[in-house]
């Protein structure tokens, strides 16, 4: 059986390789590894292989696993990728270090007024709802410049890019493309996209941050 550090190799070579097959350049995608439902000592290998920067989908989840760690391991970062309540944006300000989960005017504030609390100014991205799935979160696609022009004017955040979470029974390039149109149609550089299944592909339509889970740590319970 393969260990969580022998597939964070794995995986971290796959994404070089894909920057190479892709023309990106060395370097360009940064790997989230998602640890969500995963304890503390399951995570404990993988930062002992090197790697700093996860991702989590519960602000309380987090909140529980993460402040031990930071204690133990200088320079993690620490990226929310899953909803955000107004009710806890305290806590997700004081936990996280980046918000991948931006989607509506209401967020944008609580996230603002903790931020400036809290002397933080986090980076942000703005979920899109690609594919217009009524029960998914997101801004839908035509109304990311505007949301952006809110976000930046009115709520003060500092937002640096575009996140989607693509279909579950579509091709994902579709979505990712489109992602990347947005970006730069609104000079934003930063794209979060790509999971265990896509990353690779996600990579050749401009990630900059690929967010995988289960290809590191193995099946969720
Ligand atoms: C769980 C999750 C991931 C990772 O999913 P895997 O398929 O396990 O790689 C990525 N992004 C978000 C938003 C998630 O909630």
Not at 32 to 61: H, M, W, Y
Not at 69 to 84: C, F, K, S, T, V
Not at 145 to 171: K, Q, Y
Not at 197 to 221: H, K, L, P
Request: proline share 5%; glycine share 10%; charged share 25%.
């Amino acid at each position: 059986m393969s260990s969580a550090t022998d597939r964070l190799s794995g995986v971290q070579s796959d994404i070089r390789s894909a920057e190479a097959e892709f023309g990106r350049p060395d370097n360009a995608v940064e790997l989230i590894a998602v640890s969500k439902t995963f304890a503390a000592e399951d995570i404990v290998p993988v930062l002992d292989a090197g790697q700093r920067v996860f991702g989590e989908n519960r602000v309380q989840e987090a909140m529980g696993k993460w402040p031990g760690l930071r204690e133990r391991y200088a320079d993690i970062e620490l990226h929310l990728i899953g909803p955000l309540q107004s009710n806890k944006a305290r806590e997700a300000v004081a936990t996280f270090d980046v918000i991948h989960t931006v989607d509506r005017p209401k967020i944008a504030r609580a996230l603002k007024t903790e931020m400036e609390k809290q002397g933080r100014n986090l980076p942000c991205f703005i979920q899109v709802n690609t594919g217009e799935e009524p029960q998914k979160a997101g801004i839908a696609p035509k109304d990311v410049a505007s949301f952006l022009a809110e976000c930046r004017d009115r709520a003060g955040l500092n937002i640096v890019g575009l996140m989607c979470i693509p279909p579950i029974d579509e091709a994902p390039g579709e979505h990712f493309a489109l992602l990347e149109k947005l970006a730069e149609r609104s000079g934003l550089e930063q794209l979060s996209m790509g999971m265990s299944s896509d990353y690779r592909v996600a990579v050749g339509f401009g990630a900059t941050y690929v967010r995988v889970g289960s290809a590191i740590f193995g099946a969720r319970g």
